[in-house]
């Protein structure tokens, strides 16, 4: 596969929804992943797929 692909994913702990880079596997469901407004590992619910930023935009 081609690595890890963007999704907006919410947290569970604080409901802030923000872009999360993810495995193929993760991007279809939940995962966890260091929220930094909780401060901790919390399960983030994927929401959208975002593809335009996987051809290479400017970002991470």
Do not use: I, Y
């Not at 929804?17 to 260091?34: C, I, L, Q, Y």
């Not at 399960?43 to 335009?52: I, K, P």
């Amino acid at each position: 596969m081609s690595g890890d692909v963007p999704v907006d994913a919410v947290c569970t702990g604080c409901s802030q929804t923000r872009v999360k880079r993810v495995s193929e596997e993760e991007a279809e469901g939940s995962f966890r992943h260091v929220c930094h407004v909780c401060q901790s590992v919390q399960w983030m619910n994927t929401v959208a797929r975002l593809s335009g930023l996987e051809q290479g935009g400017d970002g991470e």
